[in-house]
């Protein structure tokens, strides 16, 4: 068990991880685990308590054995086990195998007093037998938004990257909204999954005026851990430069929390990195480019680049 505190400019949380062995297909013995589990978050007062992966089921790799041990969300065994965790006011998350319209989901369900606040089914699973989610969730705790990924899914930057757009699209659409109004032009907030979005401006071509955000992380570790450490993922572009104290510092950044201490790890990295290496990033680009639905042949984004020729106005 561990538990850490999650601190946002909105709130505060409490989350516990409960690491605890699971036993495929005893739905009885994971059960009282889970409520063991619960009771310690009760007395520890944590906001959330984390369960792992699959685990009221159990984690398998036969389809027989999925399909055995696989639970339906409105089915005899999900009413019994919430049933069971109706008397605990924490919010928890625990995973189980989900039967759903003949498919196999690996699902985290969200649970609060008994009743499933919302689920997240894992987009990137790693069995043949389980079929990817497609939806991506937010919920929100004491002024907090969060959302859920499962093991392989923090390996790929889409699942993340959507949550984070999520948590702040409606906020910005707002802001957008507001500006517009003040010079006269009235707009309409429509929030879409990315791939939705796309689909609008690229091929339905619906929409008059696209305004597009791209914000790359300001955690320092995103430059330091490609760049500054041997075998990054973009080592090359600074000659595979290593420095032993700048290991040893980037190994202590990603495991502390408290950002005043964070703060002062990268400070000292970046001394030595400014003094030694041929390049280091000094700001974090942020771009909202607009596009305007009469420009044809053109898309607002910094990456692409254009052949002038095919670009006209449309009016």
């Given at each position: 068990?561990?538990?850490?505190?999650s601190?946002?400019l909105?709130?505060?949380?409490?989350?516990?991880h409960?690491?605890?062995?699971c036993a495929?297909?005893?739905?009885?013995?994971n059960?009282?685990k889970v409520?063991e589990?619960?009771?310690f978050?009760e007395?520890?007062?944590?906001?959330?308590?984390v369960?792992p992966?699959?685990?009221?089921?159990?984690y398998?790799?036969e389809?027989?054995k999925f399909?055995?041990?696989s639970?339906?969300?409105d089915?005899?065994?999900?009413r019994?086990f919430l049933?069971r965790?109706?008397?605990?006011?924490t919010?928890?998350m625990?995973?189980?195998?989900e039967?759903?319209d003949?498919?196999?989901?690996?699902?985290?369900i969200l649970?609060?007093?008994g009743?499933?606040?919302g689920?997240?089914?894992?987009a990137?699973?790693?069995?043949e037998h389980?079929?990817?989610?497609?939806?991506?969730?937010?919920f929100?705790?004491?002024g907090?938004?969060?959302?859920?990924?499962?093991?392989?899914?923090g390996?790929?930057?889409e699942?993340?990257?959507?949550?984070a757009?999520k948590?702040a699209?409606?906020?910005?659409?707002?802001v957008?909204q507001a500006?517009?109004a003040?010079i006269?032009?009235?707009?309409?907030?429509?929030?879409?999954?990315?791939p939705?979005?796309?689909?609008?401006i690229?091929n339905?071509?619906d929409f008059?005026?696209?305004v597009?955000?791209?914000?790359?992380?300001?955690?320092?570790?995103?430059?330091i851990?490609?760049?500054?450490v041997?075998?990054?993922?973009?080592?090359?572009a600074t000659?595979?430069?290593s420095n032993?104290?700048v290991k040893?510092?980037?190994?202590e950044g990603?495991g502390t929390?408290?950002?005043?201490d964070r703060v002062?790890?990268?400070?000292?990295?970046?001394?030595?990195?400014m003094?030694?290496?041929?390049m280091v990033?000094?700001?974090?680009?942020v771009?909202?480019?607009?596009m305007?639905?009469?420009v044809?042949g053109w898309f607002?984004?910094?990456?692409?680049?254009?052949?002038?020729?095919?670009?006209?106005?449309?009016?």
């Open positions: 068990m561990c538990r850490r505190r601190q946002t909105d709130g505060t949380l409490r989350v516990g409960y690491q605890c062995e495929p297909g005893d739905y009885e013995a059960i009282v409520i589990g619960l009771e978050a007395h520890e007062d944590l906001d959330i308590m369960f992966e699959s685990f009221l089921t159990g398998f790799t389809m027989e399909q055995r041990w639970w339906a969300m089915g005899p065994e999900m019994g049933k965790v109706s008397g605990f006011t919010l928890f625990v995973g189980v195998n039967k759903r003949g498919k196999i989901f690996n699902t985290v649970v609060e007093r009743e499933i606040r689920s997240y089914s894992k990137f699973p790693c069995s389980e079929t990817p989610g497609r939806e991506f969730p937010v929100e705790k004491n907090v938004k969060f959302g859920i990924v499962i093991c392989a899914d390996g790929y930057i699942p993340t990257r959507i949550l757009l948590g699209e409606e906020i910005m659409g707002e957008l500006d517009l003040a006269g032009v009235e707009g309409k907030i429509t929030v879409m999954e990315i939705v979005a796309l689909d609008a690229f339905k071509q008059d005026l696209g597009l955000g791209d914000v790359i992380s300001p955690d320092p570790d995103l430059f851990s490609k760049y500054l041997p075998n990054g993922q973009a080592a090359g000659g595979r430069w032993e104290r040893q510092l980037t190994e990603r929390l408290d950002m005043d002062e790890i990268y400070r000292e990295i970046y001394d030595i990195a003094d030694q290496v041929p990033w000094l700001a974090w680009p771009r909202h480019p607009v305007h639905n009469n044809k607002a984004w910094g990456d692409i680049r254009y052949d002038w020729t095919s670009v006209w106005l449309d009016k």
